[in-house]
Nanobody, 122 residues
Framework: QVQLVESGGGLVQAGGSLRLSCAASGRTFSPYAMGWFRQAVGKEREFVAAINWSGGITNYRDSVKGRFTISRDNAKITVYLQMNSLKPEDTAIYYC???????????????WGQGTQVTVSS
């Protein structure tokens, strides 16, 4: 089973940036696409971004397009989420996930990290 550990969350002012990392370990990782989801207090977990194994295909939710960038380093077995121009509405626990393809649904993924808190103040 793939194990995922997120890091890089924190508190930033609106307009600031954070870079989240998700380190993977365990059995064969190469077939896995990776995704980032987030969950704010009292809300459902929602899709943020996803990337396929090669890194050639990416998907983003509309509200983060142009601000967030997902990337991966397969040599390090790590996926990143660069978040720029952060807004208070980006505040949430961010989770990385591994799945068969870079889908936008929670059910598309079968391995999840523990989450890292991102808080954006205004």
């Amino acid at each position: 089973q793939v194990q995922l550990v997120e890091s890089g969350g924190g508190l930033v002012q609106a307009g600031g940036s954070l870079r989240l990392s998700c380190a993977a370990s365990g059995r064969t990782f190469s077939p896995y696409a990776m995704g980032w989801f987030r969950q704010a207090v009292g809300k459902e977990r929602e899709f943020v971004a996803a990337i396929n194994w090669s890194g050639g295909i990416t998907n983003y939710r509309d509200s983060v397009k142009g601000r967030f960038t997902i990337s991966r380093d397969n040599a390090k077995i790590t996926v990143y989420l660069q978040m720029n121009s952060l807004k208070p509405e980006d505040t949430a626990i961010y989770y990385c996930a591994a799945g068969r393809y870079a889908g936008s649904r929670v059910g598309d993924y079968n391995s999840w990290g523990q989450g890292t808190q991102v808080t954006v103040s205004s």
